[in-house]
């Protein structure tokens, strides 16, 4: 799943290419990924762009005073073609849900939102306020934003009982993080992803807060400037731990493991983050002896 990192650059590379650009056509492919239906997706047809951002991990493409909002979920992701043929698309055949086709600025060009697998959650929406996406309208504050600092952090964590790994994945709590980059934080402050939020001391709070700041910084500055498709590639090639269970950790060298949940996984080094313990499944929660 693209987080914030991916999702800024993105919201970059589409903002230099579509600004400027006029929706020339739009082709549904999977009526299912749309989640509105006021104003008709159609509307933006003949309208002109005018920038692209990013909210959390939604991407909002504005034009004439619509916002063509998606969320890419777990499997969706973006293909930009240069110079398209206009080749027809046809249901159930590929993974294309949505294609926008675009005229203008450098030249014709066409944007399809993909969705690979089975479960599908890729979700779109066109609105008249970026706000009106429920999605967005329940962001907690962005990391990055001005008045998210140490004490906001140490707020949002005196306030919650959950295991911080939960937390920093809510996006209603801190918008733009997900699995991966919950566990590459808290491997950068070394913190056990079961740690209790409310019970983090402010040496913990400060550790944390700068593992947010440093990850996620350096993970926006190479995924800036790449094109969608080098993009999964740049977040694997820096990830220390998330999705290198049995490796060695480039940090003491102990080897990262895994605690695996209905429908995802986590990974973290015990050397690092639980003093040598190795955290028990989803069943029990605790330490195993």
Not at 48 to 62: A, P
Not at 92 to 121: C, M, N, P
Request: hydrophobic share 45%.
């Amino acid at each position: 799943m693209p987080e914030l990192p991916e999702v800024a650059a993105l919201a970059d590379f589409l903002d230099a290419r579509l600004s400027g650009t006029t929706v020339a056509k739009i082709r549904v492919v999977s009526f299912a990924v749309l989640k509105t239906a006021d104003p008709p997706i159609s509307a933006l047809e003949g309208l002109t762009v005018t920038g692209v951002r990013r909210h959390g991990k939604f991407v909002d493409v504005e034009a004439g005073g619509l916002h063509l909002v998606f969320h890419l979920a777990r499997a969706g992701w973006v293909r930009v073609t240069d110079a398209p043929t206009g080749a027809l698309l046809k249901r159930g055949g590929g993974h294309i849900a949505v294609r926008l086709s675009f005229t203008g600025g450098a030249g014709a060009l066409d944007l399809d939102l993909t969705e690979a697998g089975t479960k599908k959650s890729l979700a779109v929406y066109l609105v008249r306020d970026a706000a009106e996406v429920p999605g967005i309208a329940a962001l907690g504050p962005d990391p990055f934003a001005p008045g998210f600092d140490a004490d906001a952090l140490a707020g949002i964590l005196a306030a919650s009982s959950q295991q911080v790994k939960g937390v920093l994945r809510s996006q209603s709590v801190i918008a733009g993080i997900g699995n991966a980059y919950s566990d590459e934080i808290l491997h950068a402050a070394r913190l056990s992803p079961f740690a209790i939020s409310s019970s983090l001391d402010r040496d913990a709070v400060e550790r944390l807060y700068a593992a947010i700041h440093e990850v996620l910084g350096t993970a926006v500055a190479e995924a800036r400037g790449k094109p969608p498709a080098a993009l999964k590639d740049a977040k694997r090639s820096h990830l220390r731990v998330h999705g290198r269970a049995g490796e060695k950790c480039p940090v003491c060298g102990d080897t990262v493991r895994e605690v695996s949940f209905a429908d995802s996984a986590l990974q973290y080094c015990p050397g690092c983050q639980t003093k040598g313990k190795i955290l028990a499944d989803r069943r029990t929660s605790r330490f195993l002896k």
